[in-house]
C-alpha cells in the first residue's frame, strides 16, 4: 500500500472506482453524532394512515408537539375531497400541523364505527399537546384551516 492510500485508510475516506466519479464522504465514527441527527426528524406533512374502512389507532398516530389534523373521508364523498384539498393548501406553510388522513370506505365500517363517524366530510383537530380540541362534521369542515393555524400559533 502507498504511502497516500495509506493515509487515506487510516483516516477512514472511501475511494470510488476509476470511473470519473468523485469518492464518497466518509461515513462518521461510530459513537459520534452531528448536530443535525439531535434534533428529531419531523412527521410526514400528510399520512393515509389505513385500507379503506379498516380501523386505526388515531392516538398512535398523533405527533407529540404538531397540531394534528384527523381528515375521515371517503373515496365517493366530493365533498371530502373538496375540503380535504382546501385544508391541505391551507395548512401547506405551516410546518408545525400536519393531516392524517382516515378512509372510512363505504357504509357502516369498523373504523367509522369506532369514532362515530356518521356524517362526512369530518375532521378532528388535535392540539400539540395530543388533546381533541375541534369536532367538525359537514360544512364546519370549512373552518378547519383556521382551527388549526390558531393552535399551532399557541
Not at 475511494?15 to 462518521?28: L, N
Not at 391541505?88 to 378512509?103: C, F, H, N
Amino acid at each position: 500500500m502507498t504511502r497516500a492510500v495509506s493515509v487515506a485508510v487510516a483516516a477512514g475516506l472511501a475511494f470510488a472506482p476509476a470511473c470519473g466519479s468523485t469518492p464518497a464522504p466518509a461515513a462518521p465514527a461510530s459513537g459520534t453524532t452531528s448536530p443535525a441527527s439531535k434534533a428529531p426528524k419531523a412527521p410526514q406533512k400528510i399520512v393515509q394512515l389505513n385500507d379503506p374502512g379498516a380501523p386505526v389507532d388515531v392516538a398512535a398516530a398523533l405527533p407529540a408537539g404538531y397540531v394534528t389534523v384527523v381528515d375521515f373521508w371517503g373515496v365517493a364523498c366530493e365533498a371530502c375531497v373538496t375540503f380535504g384539498r382546501m385544508l391541505e393548501t391551507g395548512v401547506a406553510g405551516e410546518p408545525r400541523v400536519v393531516i392524517r388522513k382516515i378512509d372510512v370506505g363505504d357504509g357502516d365500517t369498523p373504523v367509522a364505527e369506532a369514532y362515530k363517524i356518521a356524517v362526512l366530510p369530518h375532521f378532528f383537530i388535535y392540539d400539540k399537546q395530543k388533546r381533541l380540541r375541534y369536532d367538525l362534521v359537514g360544512p364546519d369542515c370549512k373552518d378547519a384551516t383556521k382551527f388549526a393555524l390558531e393552535l399551532a400559533a399557541e
